[in-house]
């Protein structure tokens, strides 16, 4: 019954802008908080913006002031607003709980992700 579905990725220019959705399952936003990740190529899958239930938010320190993240907890979805998109934000987009949750509960389901791909 769980559900991860990122969409939104695609090429886009450097200074460019992009927004993910993620369709996820009941379940998942039940947890408390949400989390966007991404992996680049060749390196290790990393949390870049994280969402409280009530709406708090925090982002690792190369996104913070270019992304935003928000849920819409009526429609189950999350989004990622990101804009002046430099080539270091290539990766495959990921939507989850947060660390916490993951850790805490033994979760480890995973959607397909979404490319993002920053080029001129």
């Known amino acids: 019954q769980v559900q991860l579905v990122e969409s939104g990725g695609g090429l886009v220019q450097p200074g460019g802008s992009l927004r993910l959705s993620c369709a996820a399952s009941g379940s998942i936003f039940s947890i408390n908080a949400m989390g966007w990740y991404r992996q680049a190529p060749g390196k290790e899958r990393e949390l870049v913006a994280h969402i409280t239930t009530t709406g708090s938010t925090s982002y690792t320190y190369s996104v913070r002031g270019r992304f935003t993240i928000s849920r819409d907890n009526a429609k189950n979805t999350l989004y990622l607003q990101m804009n002046t998109l430099k080539p270091e934000d290539t990766a495959v987009y990921y939507c989850?709980?947060?660390?916490?949750?993951?850790?805490?509960?033994?979760?480890?389901?995973w959607g397909n992700g979404t490319l993002v791909t920053v080029s001129s």
């Open positions: 989850n709980a947060d660390p916490g949750v993951l850790r805490y509960y033994g979760m480890d389901y």
